[in-house]
């Protein structure tokens, strides 16, 4: 009897008990899917508190391993020796990346770098053992080996040694030990790889300045935010009217460049998954600039990162880069269904151009048009009529600046 009781209590289900366990499982998973959108929507929640304090720390550790010849770099000489890079103010922490404003020789800089301690990178091994300068031992072809395997992994790419080069392989001097852990420092961020490819290559993204260890400078240009009613501070667009207008058409045209560039002037289209005001920056030429490409991938590394596994097609959105899921093989597919663009006129363009906020510059005739070939942009689904839809768009600012010209006083 005492056993059949012990048998029994073993077989009844514990305090969860079977449809107890789903509540459970729903609830838990109900909280999971809420702290994600949360983190989605503010990516700063679980971020540290940014001051300046703690900023002045990490780039006095930066030296501190300079001058121990731990690291390396084309900056750290300015920044810890010569006081011509200057600590300006922190822009912001988040999840581990580090952005800090700087002076480099009068010219406002950024410094980043996506953790804060260089010990938190992996080291080098090809440096054990090797003297401080290098020498002729030091094995090249292995370092450019590993350095293909580190662009292959962040990006999906195989380089061939000329777009090595690009990421300063070809390094050579003093501190040469200090220089290749930094450089490897530097290839272990996905940022720094792609801007650093992209340098020369495109007016729209900024430009690597320079290195000291695990942190890269870029041009400052002031971000965008959703609190400012134009989404950029542009000159001009404060004081509304024919200004902003103008300023908003030239701006729009650019990003309409962006998107185009990005699809076609390289080997692979270069997709952007967080489309953000914040993620960008106008040039006063009203260039659209992106400063923040964390999120911004090669068609190689696109396909790896949307083909996993799925129960629905919501199971398939990476951010702003939507596919959709295979019910048969519970597979989501490698090939996008979104656009850059589509993207960009539901985010960015269709806050300039609703009925709501359309310029009285222009004529209402071309404000309608605008505005329905920005709704047709925007609409899940137009990725087929891309083409044609993004010439209209153009063509019609195009013609709004004309516009705007022609009744200058």
């Known amino acids: 009897m005492a056993r059949a009781r012990a048998a029994g209590s073993r077989g009844r289900p514990g305090w969860c008990g079977r449809g107890a ?192 260890g695990h942190f890269y400078a870029v041009e400052h240009l002031a971000a965008g935010s959703p609190r400012l009613r134009a989404l950029f501070p542009l000159d001009g667009a404060a004081r509304g009217g024919r200004a902003q207008a103008r300023a908003l058409s030239g701006v729009a045209l650019s990003f309409l460049d962006m998107v185009r560039h990005f699809e076609h002037d390289f080997s692979h289209r270069l997709h952007l998954c967080d489309v953000k005001p914040e993620n960008f920056a106008i040039r006063s030429d009203f260039t659209v600039v992106a400063i923040d490409v964390d999120m911004a991938f090669f068609e190689p590394k696109m396909r790896e990162i949307l083909e996993q596994n799925c129960t629905g097609d919501e199971d398939c959105n990476f951010f702003d880069c939507f596919s959709k899921c295979d019910l048969r093989v519970q597979r989501c597919g490698a090939q996008r269904t979104n656009s850059n663009l589509q993207v960009v006129c539901d985010k960015i363009l269709r806050h300039w151009f609703s009925s709501s906020r359309g310029s009285p510059a222009v004529s209402a005739p071309l404000r309608r048009q605008l505005r329905a070939a920005v709704l047709e942009c925007a609409a899940p689904g137009a990725q087929g009529a891309a083409p044609r839809v993004l010439a209209k768009l153009r063509r019609l600012l195009q013609a709004a600046l004309r516009e705007l010209r022609e009744d200058e006083p």
């Open 21 to 212: 366990l789903l509540v459970c499982v729903a609830w838990t998973a109900g909280w999971v899917l809420a702290a994600a959108l949360l983190l989605r929507a503010h990516p700063g929640v679980l971020s540290e508190r940014c001051t300046d304090e703690k900023s002045r720390r990490i780039l006095a550790a930066l030296c501190q391993d300079y001058r121990g010849g731990t690291l390396g770099g084309d900056l750290c000489e300015d920044l810890c020796v010569a006081g011509q890079l200057r600590y300006r103010r922190c822009l912001y922490y988040e999840r581990g990346k580090k952005v800090l404003q700087a002076d480099w020789r009068g010219r406002p800089v950024v410094l980043k770098s996506k953790e804060e301690a260089f010990s938190s990178f992996p080291p080098l091994g090809l440096l054990e053992g090797q003297p401080e300068a290098g020498g002729q031992g030091f094995p090249e072809a292995e370092l450019l080996l590993l350095a293909a395997g580190e662009v292959k992994s962040a990006l999906g790419l195989e380089l061939a040694e000329d777009g090595l080069g690009r990421l300063g392989l070809g390094r050579r001097g003093p501190r040469l030990r200090g220089q290749l852990a930094s450089l490897w420092a530097l290839l272990q961020q996905e940022e720094f790889v792609l801007l650093s490819l992209l340098r020369g290559r495109s007016p729209h993204a900024p430009p690597v300045l320079g290195s000291c």
